[in-house]
């Protein structure tokens, strides 16, 4: 475990300096110096511009696309074991390839376990980590997990929002647990989009199981891609006579024509995190921050204190 005579440092990856800054200003540290060198045809090397031996480091990189994300995050937790760091722990705010999941179909990887090893043969003492898309991937990891939960970001703003009709809806069958989850805090009613996918990022059909007639819906999801579940999911709540529609995801990995499907769309809003930064603005995307969240956190890693106390809403 980490001890708490051991300096604490935080460095960012190039994916999420953004976060990373915010991060380490709650925390109340600057980020430590960290070099990546590039060479002409693409090839990157990340060093540690200051000594790390016998500090407890941890490294903030969400592994989105590219994949050149992993593999530096992967090159850093491997300079810090070489460099005689004591405790090494990775900070994915957005865990990638997490919705390879399973073996779904024959011949294919199952992606998210193959990074779970690669994180661990890299080096890494512990992970943590936000809204994984299946929450059963902290089982492929034989270190500690801190798995955090973006419902205490959400639940406050939507409260704040002060909608009369609440209704907390799933865009599939697959996002009901975490809809069901939310619903608790509200004392709300679920509906779920039940849809039918010709194949991936392509909808075949989709209908809604329960009444939306007159409700302030809320749409909650994990990810928001291409935006066309959530688009198609929301002009059918309105066409069953909805009185408002919106989306929460936590992770804005919105690729594809996401920010125009987004802005054609019946969402009144999208409320997403900063574990992703946008490519892009738009007047319908709220972001809150997860800097506090995961500053506390590390913290509380560090303090041996309890983490899931910073999940009481």
């Known amino acids: 475990m980490p001890s708490t005579f051991n300096t604490v440092k935080l460095f960012s990856g190039s994916g999420t300096t953004g976060l990373s800054e915010k ?12 070099i990546l060198s590039r060479f002409s045809d693409g090839e990157f090397q990340p060093h540690y511009d200051e000594s790390i031996r016998g500090c407890d480091v941890f490294l903030i990189q969400s592994t989105c696309q590219p994949n050149d994300n992993l593999v530096e995050l992967l ?5 810090a074991k070489r460099a005689s760091a004591h405790y090494i722990t990775a900070v994915i705010p957005y865990f990638g390839l997490a919705r390879q999941d399973r073996k779904d179909k024959p011949r294919v990887a199952i992606g998210a376990k193959l990074v779970a090893n690669l994180l661990v043969a890299a080096g890494i003492h512990r992970i943590m980590t936000m809204d994984l898309h ?7 990891f034989d270190i500690p997990v801190d798995h955090l939960d973006a419902s205490v970001i959400f639940v406050p703003y939507i409260k704040s929002l002060g909608l009369q009709n609440l ?15 939310f619903a608790k805090y509200f004392n709300a009613e679920v509906v779920i989009c039940d849809k039918r996918r010709k194949r991936a990022n392509e909808i075949e059909s989709m209908s809604i199981i329960g009444d939306v007639t007159g409700q302030d819906i809320v749409l909650i999801d994990d990810i928001i891609d291409t935006a066309g579940t959530l688009s198609k999911a929301a002009g059918l709540i309105m066409e069953n006579g909805a009185k408002s529609v919106r989306a929460v995801c936590t992770h ?19 409320i997403v995190t900063d574990t992703i930064p946008l490519k892009h603005h738009s007047n319908k995307i709220k972001v809150l921050s997860t800097a506090d969240l995961f500053s506390k956190a590390i913290a509380n890693v560090n303090e041996h204190a309890s983490i899931s106390e910073l999940f009481k809403i």
């Open 23 to 34: 991060i380490a200003k709650c925390y109340g540290k600057d980020l430590g110096k960290v």
């Open 75 to 79: 090159m850093m937790i491997d300079a």
């Open 134 to 140: 299946a929450a059963q991937i902290q089982g492929f």
């Open 167 to 181: 209704t907390i809806a799933s865009p599939d069958m697959g996002g009901s647990y975490r809809a069901r989850t």
């Open 252 to 270: 804005a990995v919105l690729s594809g024509k996401a920010y125009e499907t987004i802005e054609n769309s019946a969402l009144d809003e999208l």
